[in-house]
């Protein structure tokens, strides 16, 4: 089943919710929930017998809504596949705001303008690519490299615009790259990671922040079409946090009902992503572990979350990054003719197919294998390379041979 939750818009068009209470709330999580009941009746009065197993796969917003019905009705769903997941709408949005802030204005000294994000991205692959002691063009570790962005400063032997950042510039990429803290060194978002920079002109390269965060501030909070991004300060996060229009930020990291249940949650999270960065994932499942665990409810058994190396938004690479491993919406990218993973229809290299197999059989979900295809609308050119996904805080290291093909590498903790 699908649904519109409750409004009918365009990607990226949040003023449908001036002044609309109850459609906000639809988007936050009742149309949802409400479509999974009648779609579900539905199927029972048609076949005359109960379902037995219910799925869900859902990546962004749709990740979101994923987390949020399993954590308000964890009998809705066996199994959730929730892809880089839009959870933290109340910090998320505002961050938007926030990030696209630092780069603006456009005529201001300390304006990166887009024609230099591939410089800083060559610079960032350049000194970063071989953190994980592996050159292949993929940055596997973002965490591990220490990088240097004055390597890029403007001097006087190069004062050429083109190819390199004046001091100001500087600084606006120490605040991208760092996380959002603000009031009583209050963290509010993670920062965008090394290795998103082809994504950037998303949320960095216009005239104003993205209307994700401004459109959110203006009509899902404040119901005021006039306020402007440059008044933005620390009290929007407060009251964010104190209304939650909708109802919508998917925060109740107490899921045990739903592990109680049988429920088996997959997460998945690029490490490329420049428009929900995936440290907000990585907070999520501590958050749920440090919930939990002191409980004694372990999470491996009903929860597996995988950082994918050089995948971008819900998918996709500009760097050749193994990514495909059918995901919500990867088909979308080979076209409706296809299926499953083409070539490799197997619980190895399909996620959705692993957590069915998770569910129904209870074979754990200890590896997935990505693949990148040598041109990603037609499988049928082959395969450029795959390499195994391992579940956090495991990751893949390569111990020896052709780094392009998946059995050269095995899954190791991220920490001795």
């Known amino acids: 089943m699908s649904t519109n939750t409750g409004h009918n818009s365009t990607s990226g068009d949040i003023t449908w919710a001036l002044n609309q209470p109850e459609q906000k709330i639809d988007w936050g999580y009742r149309a949802m929930h409400g479509s999974i009941v009648l779609a579900k009746d539905i199927i029972r009065a048609y076949y005359a017998s109960s379902i037995k197993y219910s799925y869900y796969s859902g990546c962004s917003t749709g990740g979101r809504q994923g987390l949020k019905e399993l954590q308000l009705h964890p009998d809705s769903f066996d199994g959730v596949l929730a892809g880089a997941p839009a959870w933290w709408t109340s910090h998320l949005q505002p961050w938007t705001a926030k990030l696209g802030s630092y780069n603006l204005p456009v005529n201001a000294s300390h304006h990166i303008p887009p024609t230099l994000f591939p410089v800083i991205a060559a610079e960032v692959l350049r000194q970063c690519d071989g953190s994980d002691d592996v050159e292949d063009g993929i940055i596997s570790d973002p965490a591990r490299c220490?990088?240097?962005?004055?390597?890029?400063?403007?001097?006087?032997?190069?004062?050429?615009?083109?190819?390199?950042?004046?001091a100001p510039q500087i600084s606006t990429l120490?605040?991208?790259?760092?996380?959002y803290v603000d009031t009583n060194q209050t963290f509010v978002f993670p920062a965008l990671p090394l290795g998103s920079e082809p994504q950037w002109p998303v949320l960095l390269g216009g005239s104003n922040p993205h209307p994700l965060g401004t459109q959110y501030v203006q009509y899902f909070l404040l119901n005021d079409p006039n306020w402007r991004w440059q008044d933005f300060s620390?009290?929007?996060?407060?009251?964010?946090?104190?209304?939650d229009p909708g109802n919508a930020t998917a925060d109740d990291f107490?899921?045990?009902?739903f592990a109680?249940?049988?429920g088996k949650l997959l997460m998945y999270h690029g490490l490329a992503d420049a428009l929900i960065p995936p440290g907000s994932s990585e907070y999520f499942y501590k958050h749920v572990l440090k919930t939990l665990l002191p409980r004694g409810v372990e999470l491996a058994p009903w929860y597996r979350f995988f950082l994918v190396p050089g995948m971008l938004h819900c998918g996709g690479t500009a760097v050749n990054a193994p990514w495909y491993f059918a995901g919500s919406g990867h088909a979308a990218a080979v076209g409706t003719g296809a299926y499953s993973t083409p070539g490799f229809e197997d619980a190895r290299h399909d996620a959705l197919l692993a957590l069915m197999q998770w569910?129904?059989?209870?074979?754990?979900?200890?590896?997935?294998?990505?693949?990148?295809?040598?041109?990603?609308?037609?499988?049928?050119?082959?395969?450029?390379?795959?390499?195994?996904?391992?579940?956090?805080?495991?990751?893949?290291?390569?111990?020896?041979?052709?780094?392009d093909l998946p059995d050269s590498w095995e899954c190791q903790m991220l920490y001795s």
Do not use: W
């Not at 962005?149 to 004046?166: G, Y």
């Not at 107490?254 to 009902?257: E, I, N, T």
């Open 146 to 166: 220490n990088f240097y962005p004055e390597a890029l400063l403007c001097s006087a032997a190069n004062t050429n615009a083109s190819s390199c950042l004046t």
């Open 174 to 179: 120490y605040q991208i790259y760092n996380d």
């Open 234 to 243: 620390y009290r929007i996060v407060e009251l964010a946090d104190q209304l």
């Open 359 to 403: 569910t129904e059989n209870g074979v754990p979900v200890d590896e997935l294998i990505a693949t990148k295809f040598r041109n990603d609308t037609n499988p049928a050119a082959g395969v450029l390379r795959q390499r195994p996904l391992c579940p956090y805080p495991r990751q893949a290291v390569h111990r020896g041979g052709d780094v």
């Open 260 to 262: 109680a249940r049988g």
């Open 254 to 257: 107490d899921m045990s009902d």
